[in-house]
Nanobody, 129 residues
């Protein structure tokens, strides 16, 4: 059974850091592109970052560029989203998702949710003083 489980969310002060994890089970993550998305109350889901299956390329939304870093550890079957210099506007439910199709492209991924077939349940990130 394909499953993605996010963890690492929580309450953090502005300027702080959190690292989100996306643990995959039931399949081998290395063949898949990984995307991270977030959705704040009353807002549409937003693509935050993605990493290609070959680990060669990463892409970021302008709102997080320079603050967030996406990575993966295929040996552990886990993806990560390191979030630094957190801002109150980063508050949202964060999801990871995987794409076999974009994984097959090796060096590409997209920030559009339509490009991903499997999703985790999300982990809440709240940035507040």
């Amino acid at each position: 059974q394909v499953q993605l489980v996010e963890s690492g969310g929580g309450l953090e002060q502005p300027g702080g850091s959190l690292r989100l994890s996306c643990a995959a089970s039931g399949f081998t993550l290395e063949s898949y592109a990984i995307g991270w998305f977030r959705q704040a109350p009353g807002k549409e889901r937003e693509g935050v970052a993605c990493i290609s299956s070959s680990d060669a390329n990463t892409y970021y939304a302008d709102s997080v560029k320079g603050r967030f870093t996406v990575s993966r550890d295929n040996s552990k079957n886990v993806g990560y989203l390191q979030m630094n210099s957190l801002k109150p506007e980063d508050t949202a439910l964060y999801y990871c998702a995987t794409s076999w199709n974009w994984g097959a492209m090796k060096s590409m991924c997209v920030l559009a949710s339509s490009g991903y077939a499997d999703w985790g349940q999300g982990t809440q990130v709240t940035v507040s003083s």
